[in-house]
């Protein structure tokens, strides 16, 4: 009787004392709608055979004024556990929040992080690069709920970060409002003197109309100052991104002061903003749960 008792309190306590994670038991639906859920994309034609899933979280009030974000995992392209975050911490704003899951099956991790701008060194059409599909999303969110809001916004963490800043360089006339990158691995710096994908030179990208796009648009580069480990296995070493600095922090750091006085030479507006979280390292959650507010 004293066994089963102590069996029954530790099942008590293991079952209640487990991370929730909110999408593990999410409905694979076939539309957006308020709640979360989890919606197959394969509506934008040129990127049809490569669908991504939208992990989303619509909550109850007026869709057709929420604001719009889109959230771009690391390179685990865990959705699930970025939504998750958010519901946990921001279940309350009334705010659409989708977390775009590109496949790995579908989408290697230049595809991604690099948004599929070149093949084997041919530079490929606009319309087939992984940035492009994030406009046709946009469109198929406000079609689909009946939102009307004219622009969104952007939040990417580690890889989904290098996906956001580059999303920032390369795509113009878009209907971006705001964009934090945060903790990215390695940067394309703005220096036309530099290769791509480390710098613009050879990327098609070098006049002035693309740097004060870039310098104009409202890019908040965010920065965990611990995120200082030289030796984490997913952080790239090679000669042109350890000339970005040997971590996450220091090449943060050199991105933005590069962006900063590649501006100025240039006498070009210049619209981003450096965040310093203090005390955090590699942690996707407390970094959104200190910058999300940056975007609205």
């Not at 009307?148 to 939040?155: A, I, R």
């Not at 200082?228 to 296995?233: E, S």
């Not at 350890?242 to 100025?264: M, T």
């Not at 507006?269 to 975007?295: C, P, R, S």
């Amino acid at each position: 009787m004293k066994t089963n008792l102590i069996i029954s309190l530790f099942i008590t306590f293991f079952l209640c004392s487990c991370e929730w994670k909110s999408d593990v038991d999410d409905p694979v639906l076939n539309k957006l709608g308020t709640g979360h859920g989890i919606v197959t994309y394969t509506d934008y034609e040129p990127l049809k055979a490569k669908p991504i899933n939208l992990h989303f979280y619509i909550p109850e009030g007026d869709i057709k004024t929420m604001p719009i974000v889109f959230i771009l995992p690391g390179t685990g392209r865990n959705a699930n556990d970025y939504l998750a975050a958010w519901m946990k911490n921001f279940k309350s704003k009334e705010v659409i929040a989708i977390a775009l899951e590109f496949p790995q099956e579908y989408y290697s991790t230049s595809e991604y992080i690099e948004g599929n701008m070149f093949k084997k060194n041919e530079a490929l059409p606009e319309e087939q690069w992984s940035f492009s599909v994030i406009e046709a999303i946009f469109s198929y969110v406000k079609a689909e709920t009946g939102n009307q809001v004219t622009q969104y916004s952007l939040f990417g963490h580690s890889a989904g970060a290098q996906f956001v800043h580059r999303f920032v360089t390369f795509k113009q006339n878009t209907h971006l409002n705001k964009a934090v990158a945060a903790n990215s691995g390695w940067y394309t710096v703005p220096d036309v003197q530099v290769e791509y994908p480390y710098g613009l030179k050879n990327s098609g990208y070098t006049d002035n109309t693309t740097l004060s796009h870039l310098f104009g648009s409202s890019l908040i580069v965010a920065l965990g100052d611990q995120d200082i480990d030289p030796n984490d296995n997913s952080l790239r070493h090679d000669e042109q991104s350890d000339a970005q600095g040997l971590y996450r922090f220091a090449r943060g750091e050199y991105y933005y002061s590069e962006g900063e006085r590649i501006s100025k030479a240039n006498n070009m507006v210049f619209n981003w903003k450096k965040v310093i979280v203090k005390g955090v390292a590699h942690d996707f959650e407390a970094m959104m749960v200190q910058t999300i507010n940056y975007l609205f």
